[in-house]
């Protein structure tokens, strides 16, 4: 029977744990027996109210219940992490502890693994349940992360409900860097891929932790951890302010020329207006130069510093 980890981050979910294990049971637990063995893995985030004591009162009933009880409140990711260095299973499957992930979907992201898919992605097909403002915001923001993201694809729509492989589990424990965001490693490591569709349900009970400056904090680092490319910006700026100014002097020069050789009439005071910007031009081409050499090379330090794996090997088939 093959093992499945469900790892659940839980921050002041008091209202939500007899309902979530309740919820599991009917849905998972007892239709798939037979099939699976299930693990459910929930992190306690530092929760100040009764999510702790009630988790240990659902133990009782679920043995397969591990409490992960996290030194303080560290935040949704962190706990996911805490998560998956503790899941056991074979496919570790993420998800939210308020239902907004549903779990009926389950067996069919277990149908695809077991045709071979190493990760198989939620998507969200409608996000009506959502506010407006957080819709747009996010497809906006993420058709930005897949701009700067090299060659892996950032999907559209996907949070951290997803099954993971084994193999996958393994090889985003074993980077290193600090700043960990799921939905940016996983794409990132590979393996074979596919989707599910799913409708995300109202929260079922309690609050949303997220509010508008967390939205923005997780923004700022999947940004930071997609790729160093926003550090070529100044690169393409330094260009269109030398162009600019080649151009600009160049018909300064010309017109000098002419001017000179009685072919036009230019005022004098024109062409030293005109040669007054074209100094401001070439320092300032100067200065954004310098500016992104320093961020090329800082793109490569940080880089270096995180240390991801420049290469992550599936198998290696021989005769
Ligand atoms: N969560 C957590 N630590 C936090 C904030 C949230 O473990 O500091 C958990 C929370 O208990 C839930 C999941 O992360 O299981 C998603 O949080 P929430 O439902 O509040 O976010 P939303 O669905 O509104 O984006
Ligand atoms: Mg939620």
Not at 31 to 55: H, M, Q, W
Not at 59 to 66: M, N, T, W
Not at 129 to 140: E, P, Q, V
Not at 166 to 184: F, G, H, K, P, Q
């Amino acid at each position: 029977m093959k093992k499945i980890s469900l790892v659940i981050p839980m921050y002041n979910e008091e209202e939500m744990v007899p309902l979530l294990f309740s919820t599991l049971n009917e849905k998972l637990f007892v239709p798939l027996k037979d099939r699976y063995a299930f693990e459910v893995v929930a992190i306690n985030d530092g929760s100040k109210d009764k999510t702790l004591e009630l988790l240990k009162i659902e133990q009782e009933k679920y043995p397969q219940l591990v409490i992960v009880n996290l030194s303080r409140n560290w935040g949704q990711e962190p706990a996911v992490r805490a998560g998956l260095v503790t899941a056991s299973g074979e496919a570790v499957i993420p998800m939210d502890a308020d239902l907004q992930d549903p779990p009926e979907i389950i067996p069919q992201m277990l149908e695809m693994w077991n045709n071979g898919y190493e990760v198989v992605n939620a998507v969200r097909v409608s996000r009506k349940k959502d506010t407006s403002f957080k819709r747009n915001s996010a497809g906006i923001f993420y058709r930005f992360l897949d701009k700067i993201s090299p060659k892996v694809k950032i999907p559209n729509n996907v949070n951290n409900f997803r099954l993971l492989d084994r193999r996958v589990v393994d090889e985003v424990n074993a980077m290193s860097e600090t700043n960990r965001i799921l939905r940016v490693e996983i794409p990132f490591v590979g393996f074979k891929t596919g989707a599910v569709e799913i409708v995300r349900a109202k929260r079922a009970k309690g609050e949303s932790h997220y509010p508008l400056k967390a939205m923005v904090s997780l923004a700022k680092n999947s940004m930071l951890s997609v790729s160093v490319k926003p550090l070529e910006y100044p690169v393409y700026i330094a260009i269109f302010l030398a162009s600019t100014y080649m151009l600009s002097a160049i018909a300064e020069l010309v017109l000098f020329i002419l001017k000179l050789c009685k072919v036009i009439d230019i005022s004098s005071l024109a062409l030293w207006s005109w040669l007054v910007i074209n100094v401001v031009l070439f320092i300032a081409t100067i200065i954004v130069s310098i500016q992104a050499l320093n961020s090329l090379y800082l793109g490569k330090a940080v880089e270096e510093s995180v240390k991801r794996p420049s290469v992550i090997i599936k198998e290696i088939i021989r005769k």
